[in-house]
């Protein structure tokens, strides 16, 4: 259902926007979408995540459906990850690259149980991707559709998101392995949960249909001690946990090699669309790094700040936040592979912030 913002411009809104409103959500416009960004505030949502529980709607992320005797070979054709092999109720992270390396999207591919693949894709790339995918159907005997207004995803997310799923009655979810996706019934609601996320902790996300989206948040939410977290938290968590976000760590600019996710690359596969210039880059080296780091002063670097050592610029930011956990802002950055230290300063206003480089998660 789409709504107007400030501008007049049409916003696409999820299946449980009203919940969120009555919820004390504050609202933003994020990739054409009105999203809650906070409720209680991001602090609060921030460590409650970390610490016990929470719940997302991430509803505007795109799924997508492929099915047909080469839907794997069609997948393993556009990502750059393995996905022939793959068996039902497994998914696979996977960046998609174009002809020169670059980054199309970051996806996951979920193998259902009919040997078809769920393909959920980032929600500002959901047309360009469609686009991108649907140009290459013709060499394949499949299928490819675009069911994302069908369906709502809810996250419950945090160390204590098995307890208390389970306690509202899931059935099986200590078996059920990180990346691994199973169909349920439950209080007569048709699920898909896989143990997957966006935080750095455990937890489980819930395919639901766009029409019985309501009823699952309701019902989810009604033990009180599963509070919403906005767009605002999921981004200092990601962050922390040193997870890429797509037009930051991982772009068109940034290759999967850069980003550090060389192990997602599979440069022995017969092809797939930027093999020669990925399996290039991880013999040679890249020429620049994703690195992450800490910032050693209370304020907070922003993107596009240069980084500098020495007298001479290295890099410059990507990212940038405070992380609740560390108290003191963190952030990334895009680093000459060359330099090889520890310390380094970002130039904001005429001033230097000292930074640290750390591996990530961050908050560990």
């Not at 004390?24 to 610490?51: K, N």
């Not at 809810?154 to 059920?176: C, D, N, T, W």
């Not at 938290?233 to 922390?240: H, K, P, Q, V, Y």
């Not at 610029?313 to 990507?318: A, P, R, T």
Request: aromatic letters at 8%; glycine letters at 10%.
């Amino acid at each position: 259902m789409p709504s107007e913002d400030s501008s007049g411009s049409t916003l696409s809104r999820t299946p449980l926007c009203e919940l969120h409103k009555a919820a004390g959500a504050r609202m933003v416009d994020f990739a054409g979408w009105e999203m809650p960004v906070s409720y209680s505030g991001i602090l609060e949502e921030h460590r409650a995540v970390r610490e016990n529980v929470g719940l997302f709607d991430v509803s505007h992320m795109g799924e997508f459906v492929v099915h047909g005797p080469q839907a794997a070979e069609f997948l393993d054709h556009l990502v750059t990850n393995r996905i022939a092999g793959c068996p039902p109720g497994k998914a696979i992270y996977s960046p998609m690259c174009d002809e020169k390396g670059g980054v199309v999207d970051d996806l996951i591919a979920y193998r259902k149980a009919d040997g078809s693949f769920l393909v959920v894709v980032n929600a500002s790339n959901r047309e360009k991707d469609f686009q991108w995918m649907k140009g290459r159907v013709g060499l394949f005997d499949v299928e490819l559709r675009d069911d994302s207004d069908d369906w709502a995803l809810l996250a419950v997310q945090g160390p204590k998101a098995e307890e208390y799923l389970s306690g509202l009655g899931f059935i099986g979810l200590g078996v059920l392995k990180r990346f691994h996706l199973v169909g349920m019934e439950w209080q007569g609601l048709s699920l898909l949960v896989s143990r997957t996320g966006y935080t750095g902790e455990d937890g489980f996300e819930i395919f639901v249909p766009a029409t019985q989206a309501v009823e699952l948040a309701e019902a989810l939410s009604a033990g009180k001690d599963l509070p919403w977290i906005g767009l605002g938290a999921r981004d200092s968590l990601r962050l922390e946990a040193g997870l890429p976000l797509y037009g930051h760590e991982m772009s068109e600019s940034i290759s999967p090699v850069q980003a550090g996710f060389g192990w997602a690359v599979k440069t022995d596969k017969e092809s797939f669309v930027g093999r020669d210039p990925l399996r290039f880059e991880k013999e040679m080296g890249p020429e620049k790094k994703v690195r992450f780091f800490l910032v050693d002063d209370k304020r907070i670097a922003r993107e596009g700040m240069p980084i500098v050592a020495d007298g001479q610029e290295i890099g410059v930011v990507l990212s940038g936040s405070k992380s609740p956990v560390l108290n003191q802002p963190i952030g990334s950055a895009l680093i000459d592979a060359s330099f090889a230290g520890e310390e380094a300063a970002v130039e904001s206003r005429g001033k230097q912030l000292p930074i640290r480089f750390a591996k990530a998660p961050l908050h560990r």
